[in-house]
């Protein structure tokens, strides 16, 4: 039994030097990273995240999916509907004449329902022909049927009900409580207006991006951004359409952190001290808070001569978060859509590892001398 002793401490000399390396784990260490940056065949740049880099990245073409779209401003609009091909009137017409060409001795007025402007803007009327109607508001539109009535029927007097057509409608898409189908009931139909009648957004949607379809063109921001901004809310058109939708943008994050997974932009501007807290902060006792790595890839155009842009298309950001400028820096800096948020192992956790296997070994020493 003591030559079992020495055996097994040999063994464990031996072992020694194969535990001193880098032993398996989740993430990789700072370290590391470092290391394969200053090869000269490194197929990518390393920037130290500091306040003095804030302004330099900050200039640099943005990756990844982009929320920013055009907006319209808001506009001042008229209080009154305007008529648009595709409505329907309704004329109703009162005549007191005993010999109306009109109405009938029992019956003093007549009621034209349905009577739908043509796509050159105008309507027909009995007696009267087709007369012109696009643009004018109902009440200017009244008047102008009247004047052309009494050429006709002098002592006649008309009275005009609208319905919208598409023309004067605007489609509630989606991400509201009641989507469909809206009648604009003036000139001065907003936005909000519009998503108020549709029951409001849904709450459950992430960060909520509002988007407008106008002809060919498509407009879009948020909706924490038009809450907060009157000046954002814009005058509608007939024919537009509305949707809200979950903000599609996102970040990865890996390694030593509370979290692995895919998490969804919760605000319009997120940056790594927003994305750490995301995705659950550090692991206790395991990750390396000077090694908190950032992950991202430029288009070609970004590395192109004469432009302000990094050294190559593949970037590592890294971050101290041990230091009041790291993480001042932190909160500054920037996550962009696509990013990889890597929190990297301590080395001291190989250390305690190595010290846990010799311990153990010498473990086994003590319980065999005593044997």
Known sequence: MRLVIPLLALASLCLLPAACGRLPGGAPTGEEIIKQSSEVDADFALYPVTRAFLPTVSQWPETGKSNHLGWISASNGAKTQIIQPGDTLTLRIWDSSDNSLLTSLEQKDVQLQDVRVAANGTIFMPYVGSVNVLGLTPDLAREQLQAELEVIVPSAQLQLDMQEGRNNSV?????????????????????????????????????????????????????????????????????????????????????????????????????????????????????????????????????????????????????????????????????????????????????????????????????????
């Open 171 to 371: 489609d509630l898409v989606s991400g509201v409580a009641r989507p469909g189908t809206y009648p604009m009931p003036d000139r001065n139909y907003s936005v909000m207006g519009l998503i108020s009648a549709g029951g409001g957004i849904s709450s459950t949607l992430n960060n909520p991006q509002i988007r407008l379809v106008r002809g060919r063109s498509i407009y879009g921001t948020s909706v924490d951004k038009l809450l907060n901004n009157p000046k954002l809310d814009t005058l509608l058109r007939g024919g537009d359409r509305v949707f809200v939708e979950e903000d599609e943008r996102y970040f990865l994050s890996f390694g030593a952190t509370g979290k692995e997974d895919l998490h969804i932009f919760s605000k319009d501007e997120m940056s790594a001290m927003d994305a750490m807290s995301i995705s659950g902060g550090f692991q206790d006792g395991k990750a390396d808070p000077q090694g908190l790595l950032v992950l991202r890839e430029y288009d070609a155009g970004a590395v192109a001569p004469n432009t302000r842009g990094p050294r190559h298309e593949r970037v590592v950001f890294t971050l101290d978060l041990t230091t009041a400028d790291g993480l001042f820096s932190a909160r500054k800096f920037r996550i962009n859509p696509g990013d990889l948020l890597i929190a990297t192992e301590s080395p001291i956790n190989d250390a305690l590892t190595i010290s846990n296997l010799i311990g153990n070994f010498f473990g086994v020493f003590s319980r065999a001398g005593v044997l």
